[in-house]
């Protein structure tokens, strides 16, 4: 049993269910953290599992986020049938169903980030007619104990687009791509990353990304969280392990999470203008995420690991500013091809903005709605958003020799700039403000305000620290 069942209606699921005789019903959902959750039932039982598609379940929600207070924590996941797919890992049988979260009152959880997300969209969209696609490049290392000396050993960090068998996790990668594929979520392509490293107890750590076709935010923050549930089941298959994180040391490449944007209107890509350059859409939306960058990172580079990727450089952003090329920009334009002649309908979102501060441990759908207020207030502050775009860029002359503000330097800096910029976020009720005012909370708690220092003055604890969020997120 593989691939991906199209359900419209909970009666398909149980034909489904009865003719493959599978097992397990999982109820799966997305939380605070970003893993995938499961809560499994006896699939045989068939007026159970029809009482569960049309009512859901109850569960703890203070336990899956930290905004929910635990005397009021009973909320319901709802699954959502059109969002069905065979869990390739089981040994038995297994369908899972993708849930959404309600309140007591069966409407979509305020809290839930999703349903932020969704807001953000609505927003952007009833007050500019644009609507958002992203892609993400999903960064990660493949951790393996050796037992012996590596055949063919690469030098450090000089793993960018290795083949076999100096990348020797290419069957491993390759693999997930055809899974990921199977299960319905569509890949732009993976290869091996620039990050290898082989540790003083011979374990090997190196380092892939995964590319995916430009989707909705929603569908690309779904996306995000299941494909890193597919990665680490497969790499357990094979007896490795997989790390998000941000950073796993100091001298080596970390996982970073580019997301890469394109604007529709009217279903054509506002982006590039009639000369096939950049136009002033486009730019009003760089401002707009220029102007928010810092308080951005709240939602997309959420620990302290976070920021030793920015303070650590290995082609990492730490200057607010955009670029036409520069990797070391906060924002950069990717090559457009073109040298193509195509119709621009044809072209869709070929053209892209890449904003390359997020990591994997970010809150996706959180990050999104982030990016989705930041890009409505460019679109509709004009004159501040196109000022940033020709203050900030670094190839202009009068930016050549300006120093640029830079990202924050831990989470409670970060916390800083969500506390200044929280009305913009939490106008028309987007972000609620609880939810807020936990963000905040969360990032102060780390008490990281002198991580730069700590990073010469304690290198023994930054290493700690970095063990800690090896499998975090």
Same mark, same amino acid.
């Given at each position: 049993m593989q691939g991906k069942p199209n359900f419209t209606e909970n009666e398909e699921v149980l034909r489904f269910i009865s003719e493959k005789n599978v097992k397990i019903l999982n109820l799966c959902h997305i939380p605070e953290d970003g893993r995938l959750k499961t809560l499994s039932f006896y699939a045989a039982d068939r007026d159970k599992v029809e009482e569960i598609l049309e009512f859901g379940e109850r569960v703890d929600g203070s336990n899956l986020f930290s905004f929910i207070d635990p005397d009021q924590s009973d909320i319901y996941i709802k699954p959502q049938v059109n969002k069905a797919f065979i869990n390739p890992f089981s040994a038995m049988p297994t369908l899972n169903i993708l849930c959404e979260y309600l309140d007591e009152n069966g409407k979509p959880l305020p809290m839930a980030p999703k349903n932020v997300l969704a807001k953000a969209e609505e927003k952007l969209y009833s007050s500019t007619g644009v609507t958002l696609k992203a892609l993400a490049e999903l960064e990660f290392y493949i951790i393996a104990k050796q037992e012996g000396e590596t055949l063919f050993p690469n030098n450090s960090d000089k793993n960018y687009h290795e083949s076999s068998p100096f990348a020797m996790f290419e069957n491993l990668r390759n693999e997930i791509l055809v899974t990921l594929a199977e299960m319905g979520i569509s890949t732009k392509y993976g290869h091996s990353e620039v990050g290898y490293r082989i540790s003083k107890d011979n374990t090997l750590f190196e380092q892939h990304e995964i590319e995916f076709t430009p989707q909705s935010l929603g569908k690309t923050a779904e996306n995000v969280a299941i494909s890193k549930w597919v990665i680490r089941n497969i790499c357990l298959k094979?007896? /490795?392990? +997989?790390?998000?994180?941000?950073?796993?040391?100091?001298?080596?490449?970390?996982?970073?999470?580019?997301?890469?944007?394109?604007? #529709?209107?009217?279903?054509?890509?506002? #982006?590039?203008?009639? %000369?096939? +350059?950049?136009? /002033?859409?486009?730019?009003?939306?760089?401002?707009? #995420?220029?102007?928010?960058?810092?308080?951005?990172?709240?939602?997309?580079?959420?620990?302290?690991?976070?920021?030793?990727?920015?303070? +650590?450089? !290995?082609?990492?952003?730490?200057?607010?500013?955009?670029?036409?090329?520069?990797?070391?920009?906060?924002?950069?334009?990717?090559?457009?091809?073109?040298? !193509? %002649?195509?119709?621009?309908?044809?072209?869709?979102?070929?053209?892209?903005?890449?904003?390359?501060?997020?990591?994997? *441990?970010?809150?996706?759908? *959180? #990050?999104?709605?982030?990016? @989705?207020?930041?890009?409505?207030?460019?679109?509709?502050?004009?004159?501040? +958003?196109?000022? *940033? @775009?020709?203050?900030?860029?670094?190839?202009?002359?009068?930016?050549?020799?300006?120093?640029?503000?830079?990202?924050?330097?831990?989470?409670?800096?970060?916390?800083?700039?969500?506390? !200044?910029?929280? !009305?913009?976020?939490? @106008?028309?009720?987007?972000?609620?403000?609880?939810?807020?005012?936990?963000?905040?909370?969360? *990032?102060?708690?780390?008490?990281?305000?002198?991580?730069?220092?700590?990073?010469?003055?304690?290198?023994?604890d930054i290493e700690k620290m970095l063990k800690n969020y090896l499998h975090y997120g």
């Open positions: 094979h007896g /490795v392990a +997989a790390s998000f994180s941000p950073k796993i040391s100091l001298e080596h490449a970390g996982n970073g999470m580019h997301i890469h944007l394109c604007a #529709l209107k009217n279903n054509k890509n506002i #982006l590039v203008n009639d %000369k096939a +350059a950049l136009s /002033v859409e486009a730019k009003k939306i760089i401002g707009g #995420l220029l102007r928010f960058s810092r308080s951005l990172t709240a939602f997309g580079n959420p620990t302290p690991v976070s920021h030793i990727r920015f303070i +650590a450089h !290995k082609e990492s952003p730490m200057q607010i500013c955009w670029s036409a090329r520069n990797r070391l920009a906060l924002i950069r334009i990717p090559l457009w091809w073109n040298f !193509k %002649k195509e119709k621009r309908e044809k072209r869709s979102c070929r053209e892209t903005i890449e904003f390359r501060a997020p990591d994997p *441990l970010a809150n996706t759908y *959180l #990050l999104f709605a982030g990016i @989705a207020t930041a890009t409505t207030y460019g679109l509709r502050n004009t004159k501040e +958003a196109l000022r *940033l @775009a020709r203050d900030l860029h670094i190839e202009k002359s009068n930016a050549k020799n300006k120093k640029f503000e830079s990202l924050p330097r831990s989470c409670s800096e970060s916390a800083d700039n969500l506390k !200044k910029d929280r !009305k913009f976020y939490e @106008a028309d009720n987007v972000f609620p403000k609880k939810l807020i005012d936990k963000t905040i909370e969360k *990032l102060k708690a780390y008490n990281d305000k002198n991580l730069r220092e700590n990073l010469n003055k304690k290198p023994k």
